[in-house]
C-alpha cells in the first residue's frame, strides 16, 4: 500500500497535454485528496507553448530547469532556474523556453481561490528566489517567500523552505493546507504512523491540522518548494497541544491536536 501523503514524481507518467507539446506529470490531485491544491510538473520543450490557460485557478509555477519568457497581456518578463511565476484565474499566457535542452516547472492550483474582495498589494508575476528576503522558523528552518497576498496572490502563500541538518523540528502541524515539492537533500516525512523517505522530486500532501516531522537525514539543507492555503506565515507552526512552536508566532486559538 502506498503513503496517503507522499507521490513521488518517478512513480507518475507524464501525459501528452492535448495540441501541446507540453507533457504533465500530475503528482498531486484531488483523487489522492488534494482538494485544495494540485500539483503537476510540466516538461516542456525549447520554443513557445501554445496558450494555456488558469482557468478559475489562481497557479503558482515553480521553474526547475530553464530560461525563458512569460508571454502574458502584451509583457514578456524573464524567468530562469529558482523562479516563481504568478497567474490569476481567468489568464492565457504562453511560456517561450530559451534553452535548448527545455524547462521543468512545477504547477500548483488553487482550486477554491479567495474572493476578489481579499485586499492584496501590487502584483508581482515573476520571483526570482535569490531576490527575496531570508525568513526563519522552527529549528533553524530558513525560508524565502515567492508569492502572497502582498504581491498579488490572494488565496496562499508561495514559498521555499531549507530544512536544515541535524536535530529535526519537533511534531508539529499547521493551520494551512499544503503542498510540497522536494528540490534537494533527502530526508524522512513521519507522519500518522509513516515514514515516507524524502529525495528530489518527492511531493507531499499536508493537510490542515494534521501533525508531522521532517527529519533532514543528509548532509546539506533539504530544499523544499511549497504553496499553502489560506495565506500565512511559514514559521506559523504548533506543537500538539496548540503552543506556538517559534516565539514570534502566537498560539493556536483553537486548541491542539491529538
Known sequence: MGSR???????????????????????????????????????????????????????????????????????????????????????????????????????????????DDLPTGERRTVSPLDAQDIGHATAGREYRILADPSTGFRSGTHFVGDVPTGEPAPLHYHLYHEVIYVLRGTGILHIDGEHNPLHPGACIHLPARTLHQVENTGDVPLREVAVFAPAGSPAAAYLPDGTSAYPTQPDDPTGGVR
Request: charged share 20%.
Open 5 to 115: 501523503y507522499v507521490v513521488y514524481r518517478a512513480d507518475v507518467e507524464p501525459r501528452s497535454v492535448p495540441g501541446s507539446p507540453v507533457r504533465a506529470r500530475p503528482v498531486l490531485t484531488e483523487s489522492f485528496g488534494c482538494t485544495y491544491l494540485t500539483e503537476t510538473v510540466l516538461s516542456l520543450e525549447p520554443g513557445t507553448t501554445p496558450p494555456l490557460e488558469s482557468g478559475e485557478h489562481e497557479e503558482l509555477l515553480f521553474v526547475l530547469r530553464g530560461h525563458g519568457r512569460l508571454l502574458l497581456d502584451g509583457t514578456a518578463p524573464e524567468f530562469g532556474p529558482q523562479s516563481g511565476i504568478y497567474l490569476g484565474p481567468g489568464e492565457t499566457y504562453q511560456l517561450e523556453v530559451t534553452d535548448t535542452e527545455g524547462a521543468e516547472v512545477v504547477s500548483v492550483q488553487v482550486t477554491e481561490p479567495a474572493g
